[in-house]
């Protein structure tokens, strides 16, 4: 019988091979398990964290498993074993690695997605996150990397951290509206969805402080959209949550395949696609503001200074705190609730580190956090209030001043 990740590399090559219909029939002949099969043809269908096989554990072991989720996501089928419900499975990724028999794993979309591309009805944009320098060798630079998903048949190649920009600036203009006293506070809503989860279902009470705005993801996914309606939206990140997000009913018309950085250094591989050996295909958009939200703290310090930029004046100023790891949120959370926090800017990571800290990412997240601060240094910009590339995109969204980012807009505003 074929294994799980057997039959992934022989499916992802084929596929970049143009050769999956001839490959899927000797899979067929050769033995294959068609759960395992559906999951990669048809990941949709499957919670963002999979069971690839019958538990192995004992019956407290895997009653420890359960109890581990922090969403209560996890739950026992007929014969014992434990699978992720799809409903309430974030993506955290906590139990696949805390899983010994090594029977879950995250799901993966890249036959949908090259399918997408080689059938070439519509063109395929990565969306790829701030988290990218450097993830595929220090060699390759955002432009090479761009190159390189045009060699795979990407359209083009979008940096999120432009988007970053877009709801830094909506976040700071709402701090600058509500925080009015010095006991008004606000948590960040516009990054990690283990952050949004976690106040959604277990410290609702918090509601009332996040203002209603999606993620860079979703804001990039319905920007190109919106700007060319037959496209196919692509993510690229270090992140197993981002799987989940994009299948959120609310926001789920934003964003249409979500790829790891491991699942996309698959497709680099099995193409025999080298990106530090690719022409440059520069392009600069996004600010210092966006390109810092991959590591803890960034959302924080790109809204005070996007606060300080609107409104210099301002006798309330921006007082950041900040948390990463679910343990760290949750103590965070906690405090802010107990009135232990003296804070008026929230902001929180559901990996330590921030996004560079990822379940996928390819690089330490020390190392990741340095190239993130690096490349934001290297920004012509400070702010998205200074950024021409931001006033130009939010005229081609229809609005038509920055102001008019706090009116009602079905692409960057979410109802929590």
């Not at 974030?90 to 010994?100: A, F, I, P, Q, S």
């Not at 277990?202 to 060319?228: F, Q, T, W």
């Not at 004046?313 to 705190?321: D, E, Y």
């Not at 990822?358 to 190392?367: K, M, N, T, Y």
């Amino acid at each position: 019988m074929t294994t799980f990740e057997e039959l992934y590399a022989k499916l992802t090559k084929a596929s970049v091979q143009h050769r999956l219909p001839e490959e899927l029939e000797q899979v067929r002949r050769e033995g294959y398990d068609p759960h395992q099969l559906d999951c990669l043809l048809n990941p949709e269908r499957h919670p963002p964290v999979i069971r690839i096989g019958d538990c192995a554990c004992s019956e407290d072991e895997r009653a420890a498993c359960a109890g581990k989720c922090l969403f209560d996501a996890l739950r026992r089928d007929e014969q014992g074993n434990l699978s992720a419900d799809p409903e309430l499975c974030v993506g955290c990724g906590e139990c696949v690695k805390n899983c010994k028999a090594h029977k879950l794993l995250e799901s993966r979309d890249i036959l949908p997605t090259l399918e997408e591309i080689n059938r070439a009805k519509a063109p395929v944009f990565a969306m790829i996150a701030p988290a990218f320098i450097n993830q595929f060798s220090r060699d390759v630079t955002p432009g090479k990397l761009r190159t390189a998903f045009k060699r795979i048949g990407f359209a083009g190649m979008v940096e999120v951290a432009l988007f970053a920009d877009i709801l830094t600036l909506k976040e700071a203009l709402e701090f600058d509206r509500n925080i009015l006293k010095e006991e008004d506070y606000q948590l960040t809503s516009c990054c990690c969805p283990m952050w949004i989860a976690m106040i959604r279902r277990v410290y609702h009470e918090l509601i009332p402080h996040v203002p209603g705005s999606v993620s860079p993801m979703v804001a990039c996914g319905r920007s190109i959209k919106a700007l060319h309606p037959e496209a196919v939206t692509v993510f690229v990140g270090p992140c197993l949550a981002k799987k989940a997000e994009a299948r959120e009913k609310d926001v789920a018309d934003s964003t249409d395949h979500v790829l790891t950085f491991q699942e996309m250094r698959d497709i680099f591989e099995f193409a025999g696609i080298h990106p530090a050996e690719m022409p440059e295909d520069e392009r600069d958009h996004s600010s210092r503001a966006g390109r810092i939200y991959a590591s803890t703290g960034g959302v924080s310090e790109a809204v005070q200074k996007t606060v300080e930029r609107l409104n210099p004046n301002r006798k309330i100023t921006v007082r950041a705190a900040h948390a990463d790891g679910v343990a760290g949120c949750k103590k965070m959370l906690k405090d802010v609730l107990d009135g232990k926090i003296t804070a008026n800017f929230i902001e929180g990571m559901g990996c330590v580190g921030g996004c560079v800290g990822g379940p996928r990412a390819l690089i330490p997240a020390e190392e990741g956090r340095k190239n993130v601060r690096r490349y934001g240094d290297e920004a012509l910009y400070p702010t998205p209030i200074d950024n021409p590339f931001v006033i130009e995109l939010l005229h081609r969204l229809g609005f038509n001043t920055v102001e008019s980012l706090l009116e009602k807009s079905d692409i960057f505003t979410r109802n929590f």
